[in-house]
């Protein structure tokens, strides 16, 4: 297994974010972890990380623990989402130029034109951060967690602030990653026609839990308790949304 997740757990006083969790994702697959705001999803990857600390639980990346090989864990995996800040002064350029020398990238200059050029910012590089739009931003950081050709990508709703086209660019260039070089990708989002689309496996939380994992189809029947013949994710969310709303009103 390439991710090992077990009985995972994080709580803040007397909030549980995440409740004994246990998941796997193979080598070359591509994750969903998804679920209504408060599920627990960027928590988990926070703690995959080594950001946070669980209170319980292991966390198993290529075979190795954070707790004694993070930085050998670090250098084969990146990590972008749209609420990243970067030091706002510096140019597109000088900011991955930052991070090319962290992952000690070999010729950065022209890893950085190509993904640059790949996620159409090019004409953006010698421009500040702090002039860019959210999705200008978030396209530097999806070139950022390219940067060093990633065994594991763990992507936190990477698309949020993106267009119909520069979201479906994305999504291509996700897919084509997968294809060439086995990546494992493990994707957070809301928007549940995308994950749909690219991902091998679904694991679905509501609050800190995993309720239900499989292929799309799996999740689909599992959750729906119906016969369905095609994935309906966009109807798993709305219906265990509504249940969570449900649930905080009776309360």
Do not use: W
């Amino acid at each position: 297994m390439l991710v090992t997740i077990e009985r995972l757990t994080k709580f803040y006083g007397k909030f549980t974010a995440v409740d004994d969790v246990s998941f796997v994702v193979q080598p070359g697959e591509i994750a969903g972890l998804v679920g209504p705001n408060g599920a627990g999803k960027t928590t988990i990857i926070h703690v995959m990380l080594g950001l946070i600390s669980p209170n319980a639980g292991a966390v198993r990346l290529f075979g190795k623990s954070l707790e004694t090989d993070r930085e050998q864990i670090l250098q084969r995996l990146n990590f972008t989402t749209p609420y990243m800040a970067f030091p706002a002064r510096l140019t597109v350029l000088e900011n991955l130029t930052v991070f090319a020398r962290i992952y000690a990238i070999r010729n950065p200059a022209a890893k950085i034109n190509e993904l640059l050029d790949r996620f159409g910012i090019a004409q953006f590089r010698n421009k500040p951060i702090s002039r860019l739009s959210s999705g200008e931003t978030t396209r530097v950081g999806l070139c950022k967690a390219f940067l060093n050709n990633p065994e594991l990508l763990l992507l936190d709703e990477p698309t949020a602030y993106l267009d119909i086209q520069a979201a479906l660019q994305v999504r291509d260039v996700l897919l084509e990653l997968q294809r060439s070089s086995g990546t494992t990708i493990l994707y957070t989002s809301h928007n549940m026609h995308e994950v749909q689309r690219i991902c091998d496996k679904i694991i679905f939380l509501q609050h800190g839990k995993v309720i239900a994992t499989g292929t799309p189809i799996e999740v689909t029947r599992r959750i729906l308790k119906e016969h369905r013949e095609a994935p309906a994710l966009d109807e798993v969310f709305i219906r265990i949304a509504g249940r969570q709303s449900d649930e905080a009103a009776s309360n």
